[in-house]
């Protein structure tokens, strides 16, 4: 009887062990179309500047083997994604001799659950350093969002894929709700 008891036990304890886990990144931003750029060119260069491997872990009794890492590039991620807002200011996207580089350098991107026994709670955040060179001018701008979420049961690759993605995104809309860039881009072109 200890024996099917055992069993049974390392059994569950299995079924709650979460696997490595990949997701894909695909921020996307609204912006409302402004003439901020009137056609001039522009170019922006994503980079990946994460440290460590992965974004966290989803947690529980497996937390060392349950970690979230990217699958995709993400520098191109954003790259797109902050290529897509600045082309609804009237900017031309280019690779080539653009009279305008942004620079956008991702520096934090983490979803974690820190208990070691249970799902409950995930700690989010991102944060983005913005380099915009216009002319002989230059703007730096950091961008950042955090949060905390809930889970009950462990979250679906698909629910973790768009909470970091929903956090991404709110990462980069700030870009474009900063009003002091938007000046810096008006005075400089």
């Known amino acids: 009887m200890k024996k099917l008891l055992l069993v049974v036990g390392a059994l569950i304890l299995a079924g709650c062990a979460h696997s490595p886990l990949q997701i894909q990144l695909y921020p996307q931003v609204e912006v409302a179309p402004e003439s901020i750029g009137a056609g001039h060119s522009l170019n922006v260069r994503g980079m990946n500047d994460l440290p460590g491997g992965g974004l966290g872990s989803l947690g529980g009794v497996y937390a060392d083997t349950s970690q979230v890492s990217i699958a995709n590039d993400a520098g191109d991620a954003i790259a797109a994604g902050l290529s897509e807002g600045f082309a609804r200011w009237s900017f031309r996207i280019t690779d080539s001799a653009p009279e305008v580089q942004v620079t956008a350098k991702l520096v934090k991107l983490t979803y974690n659950s ?19 060179k216009a002319g002989r001018a230059t703007y730096f701008g ?48």
Do not use: C, W
């Open 114 to 132: 820190p208990s070691k026994v249970y799902t409950t709670q995930i700690d989010t955040s991102a944060e983005i350093h913005l380099e915009v």
């Open 142 to 189: 950091t961008y950042s969002t955090s949060g905390k979420d809930r889970n009950l049961v462990k979250p679906s690759r698909e629910e973790v894929e768009s909470r970091v993605n929903s956090l991404l995104s709110a990462t980069m809309q700030r870009v474009f709700e900063d009003e002091k860039l938007k000046n810096f881009l008006r005075a400089n072109l």
